[in-house]
């Protein structure tokens, strides 16, 4: 049973609000942030697999485009289809 | 994420077919805060597949560049706003083509991909065969 704040009391009308609560509600606040941290570095550094038989997922940068194309281009002779995706 | 496992579907309908695929992963929606998840590359199983990630967006770029370099190559009648997105779209191509400066132009394109299986199933059966009758 937490101690009642001055403040609980507005008006004559008493406020649920005491010491625990608020104090409950900054740790939930805490890990909430925490967790959220922690699921924002999983989603950046967790590795990434592609399925067996393809090659490594390859990053592209503004000065890598021409990687791309270069494939593209390797398959010279074969159907090509290039799609493209919104990871979520 | 549908449009990833239809296509997938799709390529196992040729399983033998002499094609290559590029898939282009990038960043459009405000969930798109991270590369796709394995989870989510697994999507797409087969072998004939490069999966990139493109955090800049620098293939879909690249077309708005190629594209309103000459619309009309390309079948547009208008160049397309420079902060158009080329996105959960999917192009064939023929077995010639060659991207050189520009991109080349598609035999067919189409999005949602969801939307256009039938017809990039038409597509890619057309170009194969094709590409079939050019080695005949």
């Known amino acids: ?88 | 994420m549908r449009g990833a496992s239809a296509l997938d579907s799709l390529l196992a309908e040729f399983p033998e077919a002499d094609l290559r695929v590029q898939v282009d992963w990038e960043p459009v929606l405000l969930s798109d805060i991270a590369a796709p998840l394995s989870t989510v590359l697994g999507l797409i199983r087969d072998q004939r597949v490069t999966q990139y990630w493109d955090p800049d967006r620098v293939v879909s770029a690249e077309f708005v560049r190629s594209v309103n370099a000459n619309p009309a190559r390309y079948g547009f009648d208008d160049p397309l706003p420079p902060e158009y997105i080329a996105w959960d779209n999917v192009a064939v191509f023929q077995r010639s083509a060659r991207w050189g400066h520009d991109s080349p132009v598609p035999a067919f394109t189409s999005g949602p991909v969801i939307d256009a299986i039938a017809a990039t199933r038409v597509a890619i059966a057309t170009e194969l065969a094709a590409a079939r009758t050019v080695l005949e």
């Not at chain 1, 010491?19 to 570095?41: D, E």
């Not at chain 1, 697999?49 to 485009?65: I, K, M, W």
């Open chain 1, 1 to 88: 049973m937490g101690v009642l704040d001055r403040e609980s009391f507005t008006l004559g009308q008493p406020l649920v609000t005491t010491r625990s609560t608020r104090r409950s509600i900054a740790i939930l606040a805490v890990a909430v942030v925490v967790v959220a941290g922690l699921t924002l570095a999983w989603l950046k550094l967790a590795p990434r697999h592609v399925p067996y038989g393809q090659s490594p997922l390859a990053t592209l940068r503004s000065d890598s485009l021409a990687d791309f194309r270069a494939a593209f281009n390797a398959a010279d002779g074969q159907v090509r289809v290039v799609a493209m995706f919104s990871p979520t």
